[in-house]
């Protein structure tokens, strides 16, 4: 059977069904991988959501690359996976790695486009609609086709947020409409700058008088639409969470498109627009940060996702509210990566019942959950598969081990982290402005990526015929059967220059010295393979194409200095890997190489309470069996000094400081008072709105004596332009609460004595809280 119907996307094996779906009028999402793509893999669980949400409003279609490779090569697919997006046999977009900035790829914001660009091709041409709850639906453009849909699916009535110059708002369809029996009211916003707090009780007194199923229409992005419900949510009382996949489209303007231009990122980009000072006012109304008007990505999905109401007076929404959960903000210890190190700290922190949660990144580094290994073909070095296995299918069985003894792995990417202090705080993608998570410990096991040459002519073939992953890209046509080159001399050259010999007429193995540093086993297949031809002594030093596509590479002898010319249509680099260690620059101590440095025979790092271990930390083996043994020792590792932890804590002294300037922070705090002894926190107290310190503070010493060393010599002096008191935290001023002081005259007691000044503060039992 040509077409899987297990998915809600379709399988094609030939180009007449392909041809059908290209057809329709409703939009067709045309996905290009290969079965060994493992950025395809790891992108289709996100996809196959796509398609089931959408269902019946757009076609998502899947082609193989080795099934239906003439059509392919038609479409100049040069790189996996590709997306392309086509209405009524239409192509409007072509979407895949090179569409995105280095730094945004690796960040692995590629979903996120291609929802953005799903969204906005649905608003512009969709004949469906998108369900929000049993009675609310969002749409995108109305035609008669469309109107006698929404009948068949029992909406009694419509709001048109579209307005009067433009070619699809329903006013025009106002007797189709009263025939099919829908209610129709014309509400008109043509931009973001007309959503005032008075558009929003008008909106809110026709979503609750109009009858239900309900449909809300809007053909300039949905970003009003969306606005306008969040607000009328609040209000209501609602437990509306969240608008999936359209809120994305939140905060862009599409209207500045030229008639008829292809969208991209760029031009897509560019049709972004701020909101202006109308809305300082519905910020404060329904308490959303105004900085996420200038974070372009998830938007919508952040600001719904603030209304948690427990009621649901507007819209009927008790399908949502098992969606609704409180997020859990805090860890006992978290791992970042999920390769073999981080899976092995995972399985043996939580047989220990340590409640370990592992970020495995979407994309991070551009590599697919699982690390390295899962752009190899087979593994044949690792203890238990007599038979060798497959990359992928390894670290799938090391996922499911991992989550069968309790592993929480959550698909995201950790962007920025905090080690200045305990509890460690980090960031997730494209939430950096929101209040950060906390660990009580970290393992960093975020591995390595690919490392290139930056030869001249790479920049602009990458992609086009220069990789770094034979196994993701080799299948794409514009490498069947032409020549082919691997750059390096070890194993993983070997691998991939015997896999490439699957699809191109012949490959040449480049080596700088006169002798293969692959083991024995491989190199033996490789020197036998009649398919592959080794150029000894020899380097690239520069890529030739035709302006698309890679044609030639110079290569120069390392030892005579000639150069030569070697035409080849693609050119992979096996030249070994870089530690991803970006992440933690600054935070940690790092070798000249930027691999973290821990301590010898150990995964400790230069702070306590942060271990490594992997490929991260490794630059001597670098092989997937001694990663998991380091991922061992830093669950272990974690264990001992969790012990040693506690015993300090409770001979630890903790000490109130009062009269901080509000500039103060915990990084300052900790060095004002590491000169007279080990600390163990420092935590300054921050007001939860404003972010300011509220000007006092703890801070947590290792010993009695060392705290009584810093009442001596700190009580009654100036830090940071303000006098501070300085004295033994009493248990009532412990957190979390904080406001157990009692208010005597202008003052306010706390701790053993300390009077912090309210006359020179906005301390009061409400700030405190």
């Not at 196959?48 to 239906?68: C, H, P, Q, R, W």
């Not at 602009?460 to 220069?466: A, D, E, F, S, T």
Request: glycine residues 8%; proline residues 3%.
């Amino acid at each position: 059977m040509a077409v899987t119907t297990t998915t809600h996307i379709k399988q094609v094996t030939n180009t007449t069904e392909l041809e059908n779906y290209l057809n329709d009028k409703r939009l067709t999402v045309v996905e290009y991988t290969s079965k060994h793509c493992s950025k395809c893999k790891a992108i289709a669980p996100h996809i196959e959501t796509k398609a089931k949400e959408l269902e019946g409003v757009a076609i998502f279609v899947n082609v193989d690359v080795n099934e239906l490779t003439s059509f392919t090569s038609a479409n100049d697919i040069t790189i996996l996976p590709t997306f392309q997006f086509y209405r009524s046999n239409t192509l409007l977009s072509t979407f895949n790695d090179r569409s995105l900035p280095a730094e945004d790829n690796a960040r692995g914001n590629f979903t996120l486009s291609i929802d953005n660009l799903i969204n906005l091709f649905l608003v512009k041409y969709s004949l469906g609609y998108k369900k929000i709850t049993d009675d609310l639906a969002f749409s995108g453009q109305i035609e008669e086709e469309w109107v006698t849909r929404l009948v068949d699916a029992g909406f009694r009535a419509v709001i048109d947020l579209s307005c009067e110059g433009e070619n699809d708002h329903l006013s025009n369809e106002k007797e189709l409409l009263d025939e099919k029996g829908l209610e129709y009211v014309h509400f008109p916003i043509s931009s973001v700058t007309q959503i005032t707090p008075s558009t929003f009780t008008k909106l809110t007194n026709h979503i609750t008088t109009l009858p239900k199923p309900l449909l809300i229409h809007s053909r300039i992005g949905l970003h009003a639409s969306i606005v306008l419900l969040a607000y009328a949510a609040k209000e209501y009382g609602s437990a509306l969470q969240e608008v999936v996949g359209w809120g994305n489209d939140f905060g862009y303007d599409y209207e500045g498109l030229p008639e008829g231009e292809l969208v991209t990122p760029e031009t897509e980009s560019q049709s972004y627009r701020k909101f202006n000072k109308n809305h300082k006012n519905i910020n404060n109304k329904i308490h959303i940060s105004s900085k996420w008007y200038s974070n372009t990505t998830s938007t919508g999905h952040l600001l719904l996702s603030s209304l948690k109401s427990k009621n649901s007076n507007l819209f009927s929404i008790n399908n949502l509210n098992s969606k609704i959960q409180k997020k859990e903000m805090h860890s006992k210890v978290i791992i970042i990566g999920s390769g073999p190190a981080g899976h092995t700290a995972a399985l043996y922190l939580s047989r220990a019942t340590l409640e370990p949660v592992m970020y495995e990144g979407f994309l991070a580094n551009g590599i697919a959950a699982g690390g390295q290994l899962t752009t190899t073909t087979d593994v044949e070095n690792y203890p238990g598969f007599p038979e060798g296995i497959g990359g992928m299918e390894m670290m799938d069985k090391f996922r499911k081990q991992s989550i069968r003894f309790g592993t929480k792995i959550i698909t995201e990417t950790i962007t920025k982290v905090d080690f200045s202090s305990r509890p460690f705080k980090y960031w997730l993608e494209s939430k950096e402005n929101e209040e950060p998570h906390t660990a009580d410990a970290i393992i960093v096991a975020t591995g390595a990526a690919a490392r290139r040459l930056n030869l001249p002519g790479e920049e602009k073939y990458w992609q086009r015929g220069i990789s770094a992953c034979a196994v993701c890209d080799g299948a794409v046509p514009i490498f069947r059967n032409k020549p082919l080159a691997v750059v390096g001399g070890g194993d993983s050259a070997a691998e991939e220059a015997l896999f490439l010999t699957k699809y191109g007429s012949h490959v040449f193995v480049i080596v700088r010295r006169d002798k293969l540093r692959a083991s024995k086993v491989m190199a033996n297949r490789l020197l036998a393979n009649s398919k592959v031809t080794v150029i000894w002594d020899h380097i690239p030093i520069e890529a030739k194409g035709d302006g698309n596509l890679l044609q030639s590479i110079q290569l120069r002898n390392t030892k005579t200095g000639v150069e030569r010319e070697l035409q080849v249509n693609g050119l992979f680099y096996a030249i070994g890997h870089v530690p991803a260690t970006k992440l933690v620059e600054g935070q940690l101590a790092l070798d000249e190489d930027k691999y973290i440095i821990t301590q010898p025979d150990s995964t400790v790092t230069s702070v306590e309470g942060v271990f490594a271990a992997g490929d991260v930390q490794d630059k001597k083996y670098r092989q997937a069996v001694t990663s998991a043994g380091s991922g061992c020792m830093a669950a272990l590792e974690y264990q001992i000094q969790s012990i040693t932890a506690k015993t300090r804590l409770a001979m630890s002294v903790k000490l109130f400081v009062g009269g901080l300037s509000w500039t103060t922070d915990d990084r300052a705090l900790r060095q004002k008072f590491e000169e007279h002894g080990k600390v163990l926190d420092a935590v300054v107290i921050r007001d939860r709105d404003t972010g300011r310190s509220r000007g006092f503070g703890f801070v947590t010493f290792s010993s009695s004596n060392e705290a009584q060393s810093a009442i001596r010599s700190l009580n009654d002096t100036e830090f940071n332009g303000r006098t501070i008191k300085v004295d033994r935290a009493s248990e009532r001023s412990s957190p979390p609460g904080f406001a157990y002081g009692s208010a005597v005259g202008s003052g306010l007691y706390y701790g053993y004595g300390v009077k912090l000044d309210l006359t020179r503060t906005d301390f009061t039992q409400n700030t405190l809280k």
